[in-house]
């Protein structure tokens, strides 16, 4: 990688020291016309998404957090270095010298390339290994690279926060991998596919910085003015009206009404997702609204239903439901920015702003609206194809027994990847519902260890029975939590009477 930046990468023309010469030859009054102080604010919330938001999203399972945010961690460091090659040689090549010019919009462009394969990792969490990962990672970041280059600049698609590109793409690219890995005998590992309590409020965390930050995320590449600013307002309202209906579509299909953490965790951003592709156009508040409406009915009962059907009869085990929360709402954002620019007309834009929104310049100055909205249409077949395609073929290279994954009953845990704490590696398996030990001997013995009659302290008991009889009461400890190093303690206490009787 070294080798590679330093044979192509060189910085860009606002981010190298003759940007003064630069600023003189173009009238430039002042440095703060260069593009870092407009796109800076957009980068850091990007980049926190991608490393604070996706990372904490996974870390729901119970057993897997270091996995969910460690390995999050690797596969984005070494995607966006990655990134900033593919997408330069197809974006950003100066055939002049040869070399990739790089400025804060780059870097934006390669966060946006690795939150693809993050969410592609969505679909196989806890099921593979990291070198499977970086492999997962290495090609998807190429693949991505070329379906971008086609949208975009082939097809000459509209696609600014990525309904299209990134979240369709990302969401069956993972699917198909997952598909291509199916494990038929998972449910070994079914005591650890679950979450708990504080497991939960970590993942929300990860939701809150994802929903609060993705009009950054949709609006970042946007022109300049009224585009970047319009697609932040559709995003906005996206994302309430989706939360809203997430909360009552979740209520209606639970049981006695409440609400399920799943639901609240993913289906609240799927609103963001949808609006994508359409964030900069004239889709009016009413219509992000409309948007979030159906993406919160959609990606919840997807998640009710859709999600177990496909692993019982597709063979798609989709760990964090990313054909609901990405795949869906991306095919939906992609239809909804095709039918948005088929009906853009000049009375709603003005000629001058058909012709920015769209960029209607160049090879494509002659395009009207109708003939756009069919190149939308395009982009989204595009997505679909290199995304399934694409997790075929590298699900293949990832079956091959050379990777070092995990058996079926070590999924979802991170102790064969991560030094865990002492206390954590003792912890032995919960029971649960429908569930067995996976030592049953272990279970026996520590019930026994805690039965006063059985276990081989009972002789330190005799004293104590025998105070009972003159009107102590024992209380056994409350919290018999195995973390706890004072688990076999017992806690005594004594009427005055029976200290007396006794002495």
């Given at each position: 990688m070294?080798i590679?930046?330093?044979?192509?990468?060189?910085?860009?023309?606002?981010?190298?020291?003759?940007?003064?010469e630069?600023r003189?030859t173009?009238?430039i009054?002042?440095?703060i016309?260069n593009d870092?102080?407009?796109?800076?604010?957009?980068f850091?919330?990007?980049h926190?998404?991608i490393?604070?938001?996706f990372?904490?999203?996974m870390?729901?399972?119970k057993?897997?957090?270091?996995?969910?945010?460690?390995?999050n961690?690797?596969?984005?460091?070494?995607?966006l270095q990655?990134a900033?090659?593919?997408?330069?040689?197809?974006?950003?090549?100066?055939?002049?010298?040869?070399?990739?010019k790089?400025?804060v919009e780059?870097?934006?462009?390669?966060?946006?390339c690795?939150?693809?394969c993050l969410?592609?990792?969505?679909?196989?969490?806890g099921k593979?290994?990291?070198?499977?990962?970086?492999v997962?990672?290495?090609f998807?970041?190429t693949?991505f690279?070329v379906e971008?280059?086609?949208?975009l600049?082939?097809?000459h698609a509209?696609?600014?926060?990525?309904?299209?590109v990134?979240?369709?793409?990302?969401g069956?690219y993972g699917l198909?991998?997952?598909w291509?890995l199916?494990?038929p005998?998972l449910?070994q590992?079914?005591?650890?596919?679950?979450s708990?309590?504080?497991s939960?409020?970590?993942?929300?965390?990860g939701t809150?910085f994802?929903?609060?930050?993705w009009p950054?995320?949709?609006?970042?590449?946007t022109d300049?003015?009224?585009g970047?600013?319009r697609?932040?307002?559709?995003?906005?309202?996206?994302l309430?009206?989706t939360?809203?209906t997430t909360?009552?579509?979740s209520?209606?299909?639970?049981?006695?009404?409440?609400?399920?953490?799943?639901?609240?965790?993913?289906?609240?951003?799927?609103?963001?997702v949808?609006v994508?592709?359409?964030?900069?156009?004239?889709?009016?508040?009413?219509?992000s609204?409309?948007?979030g409406?159906c993406c919160?009915?959609?990606?919840?009962?997807?998640y009710?239903?859709?999600t177990?059907?496909?692993e019982?009869?597709?063979?798609?085990?989709?760990t964090?439901?990313?054909?609901?929360?990405?795949a869906m709402p991306?095919?939906?954002?992609g239809?909804v920015?095709?039918i948005?620019a088929?009906?853009?007309?000049?009375?709603?834009y003005?000629?001058e702003g058909l012709?920015?929104t769209?960029?209607f310049?160049?090879?494509?100055k002659?395009?009207v609206?109708?003939r756009?909205?069919?190149?939308?249409?395009a982009?989204?077949?595009?997505?679909?194809?290199?995304g399934?395609g694409?997790g075929?073929f590298?699900?293949?290279?990832l079956r091959?027994?050379i990777?070092g994954?995990?058996?079926?009953?070590n999924?979802?845990?991170d102790e064969?990847y991560w030094?865990l704490?002492?206390d954590e590696?003792?912890?032995?398996p919960?029971?649960?519902?429908?569930?067995?030990?996976?030592?049953?001997d272990?279970g026996?013995?520590?019930?026994?260890s805690?039965?006063?009659?059985?276990?081989?302290?009972?002789p330190?008991?005799a004293?104590?029975h025998?105070?009972?009889?003159?009107?102590?009461?024992?209380?056994?400890?409350?919290?018999m939590?195995?973390?706890r190093?004072?688990?076999?303690?017992?806690?005594?206490?004594f009427?005055?009477k029976a200290?007396?009787?006794?002495?």
């Open positions: 070294i590679l930046f330093g044979v192509f990468i060189r910085y860009d023309e606002e981010s190298d020291t003759h940007w003064i630069h003189k173009k009238n009054s002042s440095d016309e870092f102080y407009f796109r800076y604010p957009s850091q919330d990007v926190v998404m490393f604070v938001g990372g904490f999203l870390t729901f399972l057993r897997y957090s270091f996995g969910a945010v460690g390995f961690f690797l596969i984005a460091a070494f995607g990655w900033l090659l593919m997408q330069g040689w197809f974006h950003s090549l100066d055939y002049s010298d040869g070399k990739i790089i400025g780059s870097l934006i462009n390669a966060d946006f690795v939150a693809g969410i592609a990792y969505g679909a196989v969490l593979v290994s990291p070198v499977q990962l970086m997962l990672t290495l998807g970041i693949l690279a971008e280059y086609i949208i600049s082939l097809i509209r696609d600014a926060g990525g309904s299209m990134i979240h369709t793409f990302g069956y198909a991998i997952s291509m199916y494990r005998n449910n590992s079914s005591r650890l596919q679950g708990v309590y504080h939960d409020v970590f993942a929300m965390i809150l994802l929903w609060m930050f950054s995320f949709n609006s970042a590449i300049h003015g009224d970047q600013h697609a932040a307002i559709n995003t906005y309202l996206a309430a009206s939360v809203l909360v009552a579509v209520s209606l299909f639970q049981k006695h009404g409440k609400l399920d953490m799943v639901h609240i965790q993913n289906s609240t951003l799927a609103g963001g949808a994508g592709t359409a964030a900069e156009f004239m889709l009016m508040p009413y219509g609204l409309i948007v409406f919160g009915i959609v990606s919840t009962l997807g009710i239903y859709l177990p059907f496909m019982k009869y597709m063979k798609i085990q989709d964090c439901g990313i054909h609901n929360l990405h991306g095919v939906i954002g239809i920015g095709a948005t088929a009906a853009a007309s000049e009375s709603v003005g000629r012709i920015n769209y960029d310049e160049g090879d494509f002659d395009m609206p109708t756009q909205g069919g190149h939308q249409a982009g989204i077949c595009v997505a679909i194809c290199f399934v694409g075929i590298v699900g293949c290279i091959l027994p990777w994954d995990v058996a079926d009953d999924c979802f845990d064969p030094e704490p002492e590696e003792s912890i032995p919960i029971l649960e519902y429908n569930n067995h030990m996976r030592n049953k272990i026996e013995e520590q019930q026994i805690h039965d006063p009659i059985r276990s081989p302290l009972a330190s008991y004293p104590l025998q105070h009972l009889k003159v009107g102590g009461s024992a209380i056994q400890a409350h919290d939590n195995p973390r190093r004072d688990k076999n303690r017992a806690f005594t206490r009427t005055e200290l007396s009787g006794t002495l």
